[in-house]
């Protein structure tokens, strides 16, 4: 019974990762797919000739670039112009300490990675703070001006004429081996490649790479469910960064030369092509795309000198009748098919049938104390833990903002006591959302300080706001509409955790954090829909899923921005009964418009017009008061 | 004068007349990014397009003047059918329209290869001699280059803040679904603005086709910078467009005199680079 009620906080139940908070689970799962080209390309390395040999193992170096590149921008929405950069590092990080050192393969080639990631490292940190279109020019320029100063310092580079290298025998293990003998080089790419590969479609799956796909999906919420996403952004512009590298590094040695040409800006658009080609978001389809371009560039080039035309009619067909690839495509394909299936699947049963398990009786007063006796055993038990003491949890002092010449809020000091359901009124453009936005950290207020249980957050980021136990849901519905429910749960379950970016496990495997996840569903109703699309629920349950991601982060405040705005009248109801079961064991802000439902169930009201706070008191109050009938209710003072 | 302030003015002039013409051609970019979300990377060919086609006016005329006037007009009608039958469906999804434009920038050059080889070709100055201009000996051509594009550039201005087509492309740039529901014939808007953008980077073509080499690559060099000035004025800002077009070149003009031509244009790319790094939204964003 306990482990219905999500907000009691039970350290069996909080979400622990194994072995060091970071394994997990199985570590690979193996796709009949992947095993079924593997083999073929194996067999293919017995037989095939020459010729096509060489092509296969350009294919594969290009294939650890493109799949980086996927990683950036399929998954952690980074579009990322200057990889050129990289690919350039890595290729002469290996070719000049060979050339000039005498160094081993092996050595050269962890100096290449070495380079990669400081490389990496130092461009992240300037370029991934800046996003959309000024990422994309910003980091096409840092390459551009490391192309133009490798073109130049000739000495160094060789210039775009390049520096050629005759690589000595390599040694792996007991044995020696040539890297240009077509034999050995084949396995050793094929090799680096498929690794590259299993490593990376692990690392999607760990609870690292689904906070990327949260990040592509919305940002901004993925900032307040606790996750810093810099420098989960950061993480993956490194490893595209360094495996770009390493694909250099592998295409130098390959090529016996390095040219100032690998910084030149075509090798930073190949890895978009190749991509638009196969499909971002999906690993296998980038390498696909970079299959295709290799043949085409290859076979077609030799019939045509103009082959680019052809190329560029390819693209643009590609984009128009199928955007997200080849392999986007045959899995839409296969989508449709199994349509009916999910959308019978999300149909909508009764819905709140669950909530019951909130206890949430009767109202006996405006005070909204529910009497389930379920909630009375839980507070009995609970009766230790610090809650209805009537201290202030949050306040705010003279807040002050103003947008360009228009002032939201001005001078709010509102003071919130631990366990109050507070509701928050006030005629449209009063400045309800502002002071929620100002509270989270979203927008800092022009003067006035926020403190939350005594300590100053005013100049917080938002994810450190909420990792102070501030929780929020937002006018309209913000979720990660394209996943499904349980992922938007998982989410924020995963954030408490200790390692939340663990790359080693597999997201959604612990059985603690299910446990939790489902439990959260199941609260809120939505467990027959937990693995429909967040999207296609009715908006009365995308907002009751905005509140269960709220409340997996466990928060000590819950700041509500209209939940009962554009549900379904018959379903208010049950909203305003999980918003009190809500404010049972937490500190509950909630922004409405809907009067009754306010005087239903608020403990106390603030009503702001105009950026300013007019009235505050018991609902009893605030019906009496003068001057909240004239502004918010329309009532004349004449 | 002394040398070094001579040689400086002199570099800094011909940076700035630069700047004008990467203005022309960045208000284009500029133009059509604000209006479709078009990220154009063939923005360059159309330039070049614009160079090459006054290479072939000329020769028909034998005198450099017509160019001027038919060459953008060819190159923008030319362009309204590639907005609609092309470039259409991807308008307003920035990146798409990136790796869609990539591929027509590979379409435009390989033709324009095809048809005139790859030599480049030179374009005789139109106007002979030089000019004395605060002591320095100038170029005439250059000099009614810049003239010219600037009186585009303020054709431009008074086209989009006082007349009605100006107020239509602005109300669209704004706010597409209001404009729609206003009854703006906004598909009509998209067809002219990228008309109206593609002869900008057309008129730059021509203005430039005497000063720099006319070749199926030109536009390579100029896409960059352009987007360069676009960027750092801030996306979908005129004004900060021409400002950003105009610093930038100034200052490229005084670097060379000290330093070499490729690590003049690394120090201007670093330069843009630790503006967007501070200010993310550009200088006008």
Same mark, same amino acid.
């Given at each position: 019974?306990?482990?219905?009620?999500?907000?009691?906080?039970?350290?069996?139940?909080?979400?622990?990762?194994?072995?060091?908070?970071?394994?997990?689970?199985?570590?690979?799962?193996?796709?009949?797919? +992947?095993? /079924?080209?593997?083999?073929?390309?194996?067999?293919?390395?017995?037989?095939?000739?020459?010729?096509?040999?060489?092509?296969?193992?350009?294919?594969?170096?290009?294939?650890?670039?493109?799949?980086?590149?996927?990683?950036?921008?399929?998954?952690?929405?980074?579009?990322?112009?200057?990889?050129?950069?990289?690919?350039?590092?890595?290729?002469? @990080?290996? %070719?000049?300490? !060979?050339?000039?050192?005498?160094?081993?393969?092996?050595?050269?080639?962890?100096?290449?990675?070495?380079?990669? +990631?400081?490389?990496?490292?130092?461009?992240?940190?300037?370029?991934?703070?800046?996003?959309?279109?000024?990422?994309?020019?910003?980091? $096409?320029?840092?390459?551009?001006?490391?192309?133009?100063?490798?073109?130049?310092?000739?000495?160094?580079?060789?210039?775009?004429?390049?520096?050629?290298?005759?690589?000595?025998?390599?040694?792996?293990?007991?044995?020696?081996?040539?890297?240009?003998?077509?034999?050995?080089?084949?396995?050793?790419?094929?090799?680096?490649?498929?690794?590259?590969?299993?490593?990376?479609?692990?690392? !999607?799956?760990?609870?690292?790479?689904?906070?990327?796909? $949260?990040?592509?999906?919305?940002?901004?919420?993925?900032?307040?469910?606790?996750?810093? %996403?810099?420098?989960?952004?950061?993480?993956?512009?490194?490893? $595209?960064?360094?495996?770009?590298?390493?694909? /250099?590094?592998?295409?130098?040695?390959?090529?016996?030369?390095? @040219?100032?040409?690998?910084? $030149?800006?075509?090798?930073?658009?190949?890895?978009?092509?190749?991509?638009?080609?196969?499909?971002?978001?999906?690993?296998?389809?980038?390498?696909?795309?970079?299959?295709?371009?290799?043949?085409?560039?290859?076979?077609?080039?030799?019939?045509?000198?103009?082959?680019?035309?052809?190329?560029?009619?390819?693209?643009?067909?590609?984009?128009?009748?199928?955007?997200?690839?080849? !392999?986007?495509?045959?899995?839409?394909?296969?989508?449709?098919?199994?349509?009916?299936?999910?959308?019978?699947?999300?149909?909508?049963?009764?819905?709140?049938?669950?909530?019951?398990?909130?206890?949430?009786?009767?109202?006996?007063?405006?005070?909204?104390?529910?009497?389930?006796?379920?909630?009375?055993?839980?507070?009995?038990?609970?009766?230790?833990?610090?809650?209805?003491?009537?201290?202030?949890?949050?306040?705010?002092?003279?807040?002050?903002?103003?947008? /360009?010449?228009?002032?939201?809020?001005?001078?709010?000091?509102?003071?919130?006591? +631990?366990?109050?359901?507070?509701?928050?009124?006030?005629?449209?453009?009063?400045?309800?959302?502002?002071?929620?936005?100002?509270?989270?950290?979203? !927008?800092?207020?022009? @003067?006035?300080?926020?403190?939350?249980?005594?300590?100053?957050?005013?100049?917080?980021?938002?994810?450190?706001?909420?990792?102070?136990?501030?929780?929020?849901?937002?006018?309209?519905?913000?979720?990660?509409?394209?996943? @499904?429910?349980?992922?938007?749960?998982?989410?924020?379950?995963?954030?408490?955790?200790?390692?939340?970016?663990?790359?080693?496990?597999?997201?959604?495997?612990?059985?603690?954090?299910?446990?939790?996840?489902?439990?959260?569903?199941?609260?809120?109703?939505?467990?027959?829909?937990?693995?429909?699309?967040?999207?296609?629920?009715?908006?009365?349950?995308?907002?009751?899923?905005?509140?269960?991601?709220?409340?997996?982060?466990?928060?000590?405040?819950?700041?509500?921005?209209?939940?009962?705005?554009?549900?379904?009248?018959?379903?208010?109801?049950?909203?305003?009964?999980?918003?009190?079961?809500?404010?049972?064991?937490?500190?509950?802000?909630?922004?409405?418009?809907?009067?009754?439902?306010?005087?239903?169930?608020?403990?106390?009201?603030?009503?702001?017009?105009?950026?300013?706070?007019?009235?505050?008191?018991?609902?009893?109050?605030?019906?009496?008061?003068?001057?909240?009938?004239?502004?918010?209710?329309?009532?004349?003072?004449? | 004068?002394?040398?070094?302030?001579?040689?400086?003015?002199?570099?800094?002039?011909?940076?700035?007349?630069?700047?004008?013409?990467?203005?022309?051609?960045?208000?284009?970019?500029?133009?059509?990014?604000?209006?479709?979300?078009?990220?154009?990377?063939?923005?360059?060919?159309?330039?070049?397009?614009?160079?090459?086609?006054?290479?072939?006016?000329?020769?028909?005329?034998?005198?450099?003047?017509?160019?001027?006037?038919?060459?953008?007009?060819?190159?923008?009608?030319?362009?309204?059918?590639?907005?609609?039958?092309?470039?259409?469906? &991807?308008?307003?999804?920035?990146?798409?329209?990136?790796?869609?434009?990539?591929?027509?920038?590979?379409?435009?050059?390989?033709?324009?290869?095809?048809?005139?080889?790859?030599?480049?070709?030179?374009?005789?100055?139109?106007?002979?001699?030089?000019?004395?201009?605060?002591?320095?000996?100038?170029?005439?051509?250059?000099? &009614?280059?810049?003239?010219?594009?600037?009186?585009?550039?303020?054709?431009?201005?008074?086209?989009?803040?006082?007349?009605? &087509?100006?107020?239509?492309?602005?109300?669209?740039?704004?706010?597409?679904?209001?404009?729609?529901?206003?009854?703006?014939?906004?598909?009509?808007?998209?067809?002219?603005?990228?008309?109206?953008?593609?002869?900008?980077?057309?008129?730059?073509?021509?203005?430039?086709?005497?000063?720099?080499?006319?070749?199926?690559?030109?536009?390579?060099?100029?896409?960059?910078?352009?987007?360069?000035?676009?960027?750092?004025?801030?996306?979908?800002?005129?004004?900060?467009?021409?400002?950003?077009?105009?610093?930038?070149?100034?200052?490229?003009?005084?670097?060379?005199?000290?330093?070499?031509?490729?690590?003049?244009?690394?120090?201007?790319?670093?330069?843009?680079?630790?503006?967007?790094?501070?200010?993310?939204?550009?200088? &006008?964003?």
């Amino acid at each position: 019974m306990m482990g219905t009620f999500p907000f009691h906080k039970k350290e069996g139940q909080r979400a622990r990762h194994g072995l060091f908070g970071l394994v997990s689970g199985s570590v690979f799962r193996w796709n009949p797919w +992947t095993l /079924g080209i593997l083999g073929v390309l194996i067999i293919a390395g017995f037989f095939v000739p020459v010729g096509f040999k060489s092509l296969l193992m350009i294919m594969f170096i290009y294939s650890i670039f493109a799949m980086a590149y996927d990683v950036l921008l399929g998954y952690a929405n980074q579009p990322s112009l200057g990889q050129s950069l990289f690919f350039g590092i890595g290729a002469y @990080s290996i %070719v000049l300490p !060979v050339l000039r050192l005498g160094a081993s393969f092996w050595d050269a080639l962890v100096l290449a990675i070495a380079a990669g +990631t400081i490389a990496a490292v130092l461009v992240g940190l300037l370029a991934v703070r800046v996003t959309e279109a000024y990422h994309v020019i910003l980091t $096409a320029i840092i390459a551009s001006v490391v192309y133009l100063l490798a073109k130049n310092m000739t000495p160094l580079t060789g210039g775009s004429g390049g520096l050629p290298i005759d690589m000595p025998p390599v040694a792996l293990g007991p044995l020696k081996f040539s890297v240009y003998d077509p034999a050995t080089c084949y396995f050793i790419l094929l090799a680096f490649a498929f690794i590259v590969y299993l490593v990376l479609e692990h690392l !999607v799956h760990s609870p690292l790479g689904r906070v990327w796909v $949260a990040i592509r999906e919305n940002e901004v919420r993925t900032s307040f469910l606790r996750y810093n %996403v810099f420098y989960y952004k950061l993480a993956a512009f490194v490893l $595209a960064g360094v495996l770009t590298a390493l694909s /250099g590094a592998l295409y130098a040695v390959r090529l016996r030369y390095s @040219s100032a040409e690998f910084f $030149a800006f075509n090798w930073s658009v190949l890895p978009f092509v190749w991509g638009i080609l196969g499909g971002f978001g999906t690993l296998i389809g980038p390498t696909a795309g970079v299959a295709l371009f290799t043949l085409f560039q290859f076979y077609v080039s030799a019939w045509w000198t103009h082959y680019l035309i052809l190329f560029g009619c390819l693209i643009i067909v590609m984009l128009r009748w199928a955007p997200k690839g080849i !392999v986007g495509y045959i899995n839409e394909r296969k989508t449709q098919h199994t349509k009916p299936d999910q959308e019978r699947h999300v149909f909508r049963k009764g819905a709140f049938k669950h909530l019951d398990l909130m206890g949430a009786g009767p109202i006996r007063s405006h005070n909204g104390i529910a009497g389930s006796e379920k909630i009375v055993a839980e507070r009995k038990h609970n009766s230790g833990v610090p809650g209805r003491e009537q201290q202030p949890i949050l306040e705010t002092f003279d807040i002050v903002v103003k947008f /360009g010449g228009m002032t939201a809020l001005d001078g709010v000091n509102l003071r919130v006591l +631990t366990g109050e359901l507070r509701a928050i009124i006030g005629p449209n453009g009063a400045g309800k959302t502002t002071l929620f936005n100002t509270i989270t950290g979203a !927008v800092k207020p022009s @003067s006035g300080r926020v403190l939350l249980r005594g300590k100053n957050i005013t100049d917080f980021q938002p994810h450190e706001i909420c990792r102070g136990g501030v929780a929020r849901t937002f006018q309209i519905p913000n979720i990660f509409s394209e996943l @499904s429910v349980k992922e938007n749960v998982w989410l924020g379950v995963n954030s408490k955790a200790k390692v939340p970016w663990s790359p080693i496990a597999r997201a959604g495997q612990l059985s603690t954090i299910s446990y939790e996840v489902e439990r959260l569903c199941e609260m809120m109703g939505l467990i027959d829909k937990i693995h429909a699309t967040a999207g296609s629920l009715s908006h009365g349950d995308q907002r009751l899923l905005e509140i269960a991601v709220a409340l997996s982060l466990d928060p000590d405040i819950l700041l509500l921005d209209e939940p009962t705005q554009g549900v379904d009248p018959r379903e208010v109801e049950n909203m305003n009964k999980v918003v009190r079961g809500i404010a049972e064991r937490k500190t509950v802000l909630v922004i409405d418009h809907n009067m009754a439902t306010v005087l239903d169930i608020a403990q106390t009201i603030t009503v702001l017009d105009h950026g300013r706070i007019i009235a505050e008191g018991v609902p009893s109050d605030i019906i009496a008061d003068k001057r909240v009938q004239e502004v918010y209710l329309g009532i004349s003072r004449d | 004068m002394p040398d070094v302030v001579y040689n400086l003015l002199f570099l800094f002039t011909d940076g700035v007349i630069w700047g004008i013409l990467i203005a022309l051609i960045s208000l284009g970019l500029s133009l059509i990014f604000g209006i479709m979300g078009i990220i154009n990377m063939a923005h360059g060919d159309l330039y070049m397009i614009g160079a090459v086609l006054t290479v072939v006016v000329t020769g028909w005329f034998g005198i450099f003047l017509p160019a001027l006037i038919i060459v953008p007009i060819i190159v923008g009608v030319l362009a309204i059918p590639l907005e609609r039958w092309v470039l259409r469906p &991807f308008e307003g999804k920035p990146l798409i329209t990136m790796v869609a434009t990539i591929g027509l920038s590979f379409i435009i050059q390989q033709c324009v290869l095809m048809a005139f080889g790859g030599t480049p070709k030179i374009v005789p100055y139109p106007i002979h001699g030089n000019i004395n201009l605060f002591g320095i000996s100038y170029p005439r051509y250059r000099l &009614f280059a810049a003239a010219v594009g600037l009186l585009l550039i303020g054709l431009l201005w008074f086209a989009l803040h006082r007349t009605d &087509f100006g107020i239509y492309i602005r109300a669209t740039m704004e706010n597409p679904e209001m404009a729609d529901s206003i009854g703006i014939n906004t598909n009509f808007i998209r067809a002219g603005t990228f008309g109206l953008g593609a002869g900008l980077a057309a008129a730059g073509g021509v203005l430039a086709a005497p000063i720099n080499q006319v070749f199926f690559l030109m536009g390579t060099d100029v896409i960059l910078l352009s987007f360069i000035v676009v960027i750092v004025g801030g996306l979908g800002s005129l004004q900060g467009a021409l400002i950003a077009a105009l610093i930038l070149s100034g200052v490229e003009g005084l670097l060379s005199a000290a330093l070499d031509p490729v690590q003049v244009k690394a120090a201007i790319m670093f330069l843009m680079a630790l503006i967007l790094v501070f200010r993310p939204r550009g200088l &006008f964003g």
